[in-house]
C-alpha cells in the first residue's frame, strides 16, 4: 500500500479554532481516505520550521520517513505570526528538513504546501510585516524558491485563495482574526491536495531522482547609460536615458512575470517629451522632473523584486532602494554634470543589480 506521512503544525492535527477534530477528519487522513493511502500524521499544534524538538528539522529526524511514499509538509503561519528569527533563519531550517527526508527516503515524492493566511496579530493581507519585518507573501515566495531549487513538488494557494480575509469569519473557525480551517474549510483544502497528489501520481518517480535544472533561459543584458560630456546636449543625454533606463525597468518586469507566473505586471513609460538642448528654464525644469519621475518605477520594481525573493540569493538581503540627487544648480558647470552623471551610475548600479539576481535565478549568469 502506498504510504504518506504528515510534517505540519495545528492545521494538520485538526484544531478547527474552537475544538480538535476527530481523526478522520484532519487534512493528511482526508487525502489519505481519498487515495487509498496509508497515513503517518505526525502533526504537533504550534510546531514551526525551527529548532525546537516540535520544529521540522527535529520531527522528520524522530519520524523516519523511510518506507514512505510521500511527504506532505505545512508548516509556516506560527514562523510568521511567533518569528524566531528572520527569513534566512526560516530558510535554513526549511532546507535542513528536506535535505534530512531525502537523505532517509531517497526515493520519495515531497509536496510542500504553503501556509494558508494567517489573520492573527492584527494581520489583513499577506503583505502585513511581523514583528522581524517580513511578510506571509515574502515567506510564500521564499518557499516556493526553495522547492524550485530541490525539484520537488509545492502547493501556493495565493493565485486562487480558499481562505481571504473577507471570507474568514465563515471558513475559520476563529474567524478573521484566527488562522485555523473549519472542517469544512479543510475538506476543500484537503481536495484541493489530493488533486496535486494525483497529479503527481501520473509521473512514476524515478530511482533516487536528481532535481533537474531548469533549462537557462537567455540572460538580461545589464545596462549601460552614456554619461553626459557637455552641458549643450543635456536634453539629449536626459531623453536618451531614461528611454534607457525605462526600457530595462520594463524587461526586467517582463522576466520577473515569466519567472514566478506573474499575470500582470506594471508597464513604464517616459511620460515627458525633450524641450530641445536651448538653456532656459523648460531645459532645468525638464531634467528635475524627468529624474523624479524614474524614481519611483525604479523603487517599485526593487519593491517587486524583494516580494518575489528575487534578491542577493546566499543571505537574502533584500535591495535597497535608490534615492537620486536633484539637479537643481542654476549654473550649468562641471558640477552639475555631476550630479546627472551621479544619477546614471545609480541607476546603472541598481538596475544591473537586480539584473544579476534575476539571471542568477533562471541559470543565466551572475
Known sequence: MTRLIAFGDSIFAGWDGKENLPPSERIPEII???????????????????????????????????????????????????????LDYVKQRVEAGLDTLKQEAPNIRILLELPTEDFRNGSTSLFDINSQGWSQFQLDSMLVQIAKDKGIDYYDWRPDPIITYENASTTLGDGN????????????????????????????????????????????????????QNIFTIADNVDAGINATVSKI????????????????PTVSNGRSSPGNASNRSLRNYTI????????????LVQRFNSYWVREWEMGKETDQISLQRPENLVLDQSYLDVINGNWKAIEDKLNELVSYINHLTGGGN
Open 177 to 228: 482574526t484566527g488562522v485555523h480551517p473549519t472542517a469544512e474549510t479543510g475538506r476543500k483544502i484537503a481536495d484541493r491536495l489530493i488533486a496535486k497528489f494525483k497529479e503527481m501520481a501520473v509521473v512514476a518517480p524515478t530511482p533516487t531522482p536528481t532535481p533537474v535544472a531548469p533549462k537557462p533561459i537567455d540572460p538580461i543584458k545589464t545596462i549601460n547609460i552614456s554619461r553626459l
Open 250 to 265: 520594463n524587461e526586467l518586469y517582463k522576466r520577473l512575470a515569466h519567472v514566478e507566473g506573474i499575470i500582470n505586471v
Open 32 to 86: 489519505g481516505q481519498a487515495m487509498g493511502w496509508e497515513v503517518t500524521n505526525t502533526a504537533i499544534s504550534g510546531a514551526k520550521f525551527d529548532d525546537r524538538d516540535s520544529g521540522f528539522p527535529a520531527m522528520v529526524k524522530s519520524h523516519s520517513a523511510a518506507g514512505y511514499d510521500y511527504a506532505l509538509v505545512n508548516y509556516g503561519v506560527n514562523d510568521w505570526c511567533f518569528p524566531s528569527g528572520d
Open 289 to 300: 522632473l524627468s529624474f523624479q519621475d524614474i524614481e519611483s518605477p525604479i523603487n517599485d
